[in-house]
């Protein structure tokens, strides 16, 4: 039982698995913004585009 709050209270070589899960969060993030930004964007543009290409 002690050796479980030994390891749960160590905090060496925590930061570096928790800042790769913070930048793993930021870029899910930045990738689900930009594909909701193209497919709003995608529909505008493709409707403008449809006289031009018959």
């Known amino acids: 039982m002690n050796l479980f709050f030994c390891l749960f209270i160590d905090e060496g070589g925590a930061t570096a698995v928790e800042y790769g899960l913070l930048v793993g ?5 930045i990738i ?6 193209f497919n ?3 529909s505008p ?7 031009f290409s018959s």
Not at 45 to 51: D, R
């Open 25 to 29: 969060l930021i870029a899910m993030a």
């Open 32 to 37: 689900g913004a930009v594909s909701l930004m």
């Open 40 to 42: 709003s964007l995608h």
């Open 45 to 51: 543009f493709g409707k403008a585009n449809a006289p």
